[in-house]
C-alpha cells in the first residue's frame, strides 16, 4: 500500500478510507473504466470491502477467504474466519461418521445433492447432473467427505473415528471418477483437487492417471471446438493441478513440473483473457506466481485485467453478468486479492506450529 494510503488506512475507520479512495477515483483525470488505484490499493479496496462483513458470510466461504490470506499473511486476524472453517468440517464429519455412513444413507444422501443440479440447469449443471447420475455417492466421496477430511488434514487434525471414514473412502474405486470423460468434462477442477487429496491423505496416488487421462479429453488442438464453459472447465483443472500441487497456497512449485500447463498459458494468455472470467484469469496469475515468475508477462497481463475489473463504487470485481452479490463473488474477489498483492505462500495454520488457532477444537476433531 503507498505511504499515504497506509496513513489513511491507519488513522481513520474502515467506512472513511473507502469514502477517500473513491473520491480519489473520482477526481481522476482518468476516465470510469480505468481504475487510478495502484495494484496494492485496489487489493485493500476488496479486502475493505470482505473484511467489514466477513462475519455475514456462509462458514465455508469465511474458511475459503481466510484461510487462503492466512496463508499469505499469518495475520492473526483471520482466526475467526479459520475457526469458523474448523467447525464447519467437524459438522460434516460427524454427520458422515454417525448418520451417513451406510450404503443406503450414502445413496440417499448423494440422490438429494445430485437433484439439486436439476434447479439451475446451465450448461454446467446438466454435464454435472449426466456425469453423475449413475454414480452419485460422488457428490458424498469426492465433493463432501474427501474434502472434509483433507481439510481436517492440512490443519494437523483428523476425526476421531478417521479410520471408520477411511474405510467409506476404501469401499470405492476412485479409477473411474478420474479416468471417465463425462466426470472430466463436468468436474476437472474438483477432480484434480481430489486426487491430489488422495495423495495428501495417504490414499492411493490418482495424479499422474487423471493427468495423463485429461491431456486426452482436452487435447490443445480441439481448443476451437469447446464451448464457452468447456474451454473454462478446461483451464480450471489445469490452474487446480498446480493450486493442488501447492498444498493450496502453503508452497511454491517447479515450472518444469507442470511445463505443459505453464507452456500452454503463455501460448494463449490473450485468448484466455479475451474470452475467460475473472477467476480464471486470476488462477491462471497465481499459478506463475506460486513457480516465482513474478516477471512473467502473464502476470503482468493478468494483474491489469484484473485491477481494471474492480467496480470502485462497489469495492469488488463482479460478476461477469454484472452481480455484485457478496457471498457468490467471494470466489473471484480473495484470488483478486492475492494476485494483485502477492505475499508468496506461507504453511498453515497447524495444530502443532499454530497452537493458538486451535485452543477451542470442535467436538468431533482431534490431533492427528
Not at 470482505?50 to 486476524?77: I, M, S, V
Not at 438429494?112 to 457428490?139: I, M, V
Not at 495423463?212 to 482436452?218: D, H, I, L, P, S
Amino acid at each position: 500500500m503507498s505511504q499515504s494510503l497506509t496513513f489513511i488506512r491507519n488513522t481513520f475507520s474502515t467506512s472513511w478510507w473507502i469514502s477517500f479512495a473513491l473520491a480519489s477515483a473520482l477526481l481522476s483525470p482518468l476516465s470510469w473504466s480505468s481504475n487510478p488505484l495502484n495494484e496494492s490499493d485496489t487489493a485493500e479496496l476488496i479486502k475493505l470491502t470482505y473484511e467489514t462483513k466477513l462475519d455475514t458470510l456462509p462458514l465455508f466461504k469465511q474458511g475459503h477467504y481466510g484461510l487462503r490470506l492466512y496463508r499469505q499473511t499469518h495475520n492473526p486476524k483471520y482466526i475467526p474466519a479459520i475457526e469458523s472453517d474448523l467447525t464447519r468440517i467437524a459438522d460434516r464429519l460427524n454427520l458422515f461418521a454417525q448418520t451417513v455412513d451406510s450404503d443406503e444413507e450414502i445413496a440417499a444422501y448423494s440422490l438429494k445433492r445430485l437433484l439439486g443440479y436439476l434447479d439451475d440447469y446451465d450448461e454446467r449443471s446438466r454435464r454435472r447432473y449426466h456425469a453423475t447420475q449413475w454414480n452419485p455417492e460422488y457428490l458424498y466421496l469426492g465433493v463432501d467427505l474427501l474434502g472434509s477430511m483433507a481439510r481436517a488434514n492440512e490443519y494437523g487434525l483428523k476425526h476421531q473415528q478417521d479410520e471408520k471414514l477411511r474405510g467409506i473412502l476404501k469401499r470405492y474405486d476412485f479409477t473411474f471418477f478420474v479416468t471417465d470423460r463425462d466426470m472430466i468434462q463436468a468436474w476437472a477442477a474438483q477432480l484434480a483437487n481430489q486426487v491430489y487429496w488422495l495423495k495428501q491423505l495417504g490414499e492411493d496416488d490418482y495424479t499422474e492417471l487423471f493427468i495423463k487421462r485429461f491431456k486426452e479429453v482436452y487435447p490443445d488442438h480441439k481448443d476451437s471446438e469447446l464451448t464457452k464453459q468447456q474451454y473454462m472447465n478446461k483451464l480450471y483443472g489445469m490452474t487446480h493441478i498446480i493450486l493442488a500441487d501447492s498444498e493450496y497456497y502453503q508452497t511454491t512449485v517447479t515450472e518444469s513440473d507442470h511445463q505443459w500447463i505453464y507452456d500452454y498459458f503463455r501460448e494463449n494468455i490473450e485468448h484466455i483473457l479475451a474470452t475467460t472470467k475473472e477467476d480464471v484469469i486470476a488462477e491462471v496469475g497465481i499459478c506463475f506466481l506460486l513457480a516465482g515468475l513474478e516477471d512473467d508477462p502473464v502476470v503482468t497481463k493478468s494483474k491489469e485485467v484484473i485491477k481494471q475489473s474492480v467496480d470502485l463504487q462497489q469495492g469488488m470485481v463482479p460478476s461477469v453478468t454484472g452481480s455484485f452479490d457478496f457471498a457468490y463473488g467471494e470466489h473471484r474477489n480473495v484470488l483478486a486479492i492475492m494476485l494483485l498483492d502477492w505475499q508468496t505462500p506461507k504453511v498453515g495454520p497447524t495444530i502443532q506450529h499454530n497452537p493458538q488457532v486451535f485452543i477451542n477444537l470442535p467436538q468431533g476433531l482431534i490431533p492427528k
